[in-house]
């Protein structure tokens, strides 16, 4: 698996894939995971709820959009690569933080719940043939491909890892 077309991927995900250095779609979201662990592993409970600035998400918060943006990205690469071509909307992360309630989740069971569905998304990407990562649809009123969603949720965890490392800790 080569790294995706950036020309069939929306510009606003670039900055995602750029966040991956590797050129293989399982090795980084393999790395990514491991990665993203060590990192959750490493945050003391006192930042658990700690926001760097008003109306910035907590830490909590962060990890809960990590969760949910991976659930969104995931589920639109499996129509896709089922060849639905339905046109999916995008959606509101703001609002997914707000109703969330992640300041009321327990620590623990908001890292196994990350755990368990990155275990899914690698499962699912490694199901995947070359027409199937080559599949593609419309999502958030723009065109995108199976493969390029795939870079999108590695990059995605790394991206909100670096922001944790440089705001939050």
């Known amino acids: ?28 979201l393999a790395n990514s995971t491991s990665e993203l662990f060590i990192l959750l592993k490493s945050i003391p409970v006192e930042k658990h709820d700690y926001r760097y600035a008003d109306r910035k998400w907590t830490v909590k918060e962060v990890v809960q959009h990590m969760i949910d943006g991976e ?62 990562l080559e599949a593609a649809g419309v999502a958030s009123e723009s065109p995108i491909y199976v493969l390029g969603i795939g870079f999108v949720v590695a990059g995605h965890v790394n991206h909100h890892c670096q922001i944790i490392k440089e705001r939050y800790l």
Do not use: C
């Open 71 to 132: 659930r969104v990205f995931t589920y639109r690469a499996l129509r896709f690569a089922r060849k639905d071509d339905t046109p999916l909307p995008g959606f509101d992360e703001n609002l997914f933080a707000q109703t969330a309630k992640a300041d009321k989740r327990n620590w623990n069971d908001l890292i196994d719940e990350f755990r368990a569905l990155r275990k899914a998304s690698e499962a699912m990407f490694a199901s995947f043939d070359n027409e199937q």
């Open 1 to 28: 698996m080569p790294r995706p077309d950036l020309s069939r991927v929306p510009e606003f995900f670039h900055g995602y894939i750029s966040k991956v250095k590797e050129d293989d779609l399982m090795s980084a």
